[in-house]
């Protein structure tokens, strides 16, 4: 039998609950943001019911047009790659952005976000397995584009770091990662202490990243159900 939106809620609720217990943290710490691409309209009305108001979306149009029709005080997150055409759409719809990647785009979303009269809270996508396949900047490069970024782009509140750590790898690779994500966030909050976010978790692995600091976590199927 499938379970519901309230029954998978409450089931993620409460390993959230647990594995803060276990990592001695305030559930308060930990935002979770339903990621909400691909889903109808209808789905995110159910779960803003329950209490939900932070959704993920990967599509600068689909998030466009989803917050125009949703209620108003959704906290929106793109969590996509960024297209250049597509960030007057995302300064205008989103109140974070996790997935900055480059200086061009950082320009581009600080001068739409000035023409806006807005801020937006900002992460930085670092490609931390160094996959072809996915974007974000390299591990290396990831405290000098964040002190690039506060220094030239007033418009973006940086906090902090994204990854999307490759899922399918074998366990000690992903102790691996891990252990570079958790280095890599601590080198970075010893130069810019504003940095204390962490985006990290996805359904597969958000107890996991609860353990390791994650302060956001990004979850789709399992909490709204299959995508479209
Ligand atoms: C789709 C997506 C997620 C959610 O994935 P699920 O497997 O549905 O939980 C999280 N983060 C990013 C960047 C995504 O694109």
Redesign the pocket.
């Known amino acids: 039998m499938h379970k519901g939106l309230v029954d998978r809620f409450g089931d993620i609720s409460n390993k959230i609950q647990v594995a803060c217990q276990q990592a001695q943290r305030s559930e308060e710490e930990i935002k979770l943001?339903a990621?909400s691409?691909l889903q109808p309209v209808s789905v995110i009305e159910k779960a803003y019911a329950l209490g939900i108001n932070n959704f993920?979306e990967?599509y600068a149009q689909e998030l466009a047009e989803k917050s125009s029709a949703c209620p108003s005080d959704i906290i929106w997150h793109f969590?996509?790659p960024i297209q250049s055409n597509k960030i007057n759409l995302i300064a205008k719809h989103a109140s974070w952005v996790?997935?900055i990647d480059r200086e061009k785009v950082a320009k581009k979303l600080n001068d739409a976000l000035e023409v806006e009269g807005k801020k937006i809270h900002a992460l930085i996508q670092v490609n931390i397995d160094r996959e072809e396949s996915k974007s974000g900047v390299l591990p290396e490069q990831a405290i000098d584009f964040a002190s690039s970024l506060i220094a030239h782009y007033p418009n973006l509140i940086l906090e902090g770091l994204?990854f999307?750590p490759k899922i399918n790898a074998s366990k000690k690779a992903k102790m691996n990662t891990m252990k570079k994500i958790i280095d890599l966030q601590k080198s970075l909050l010893s130069k810019i202490p504003s940095c204390t976010h962490l985006?990290l978790g996805?359904?597969?692995d958000f107890e996991e990243s609860i353990l390791k600091g994650s302060t956001i976590l990004?979850?789709?199927?399992?909490?709204?159900g299959k995508?479209s």
Do not use: A, P
Not at 218 to 224: A, D, N, P, T, Y
């Open positions: 943001v990621v691409k993920g990967n969590i996509g996790h997935s994204m999307m985006s996805t359904s597969n990004r979850i789709g199927e399992s909490l709204l995508r």
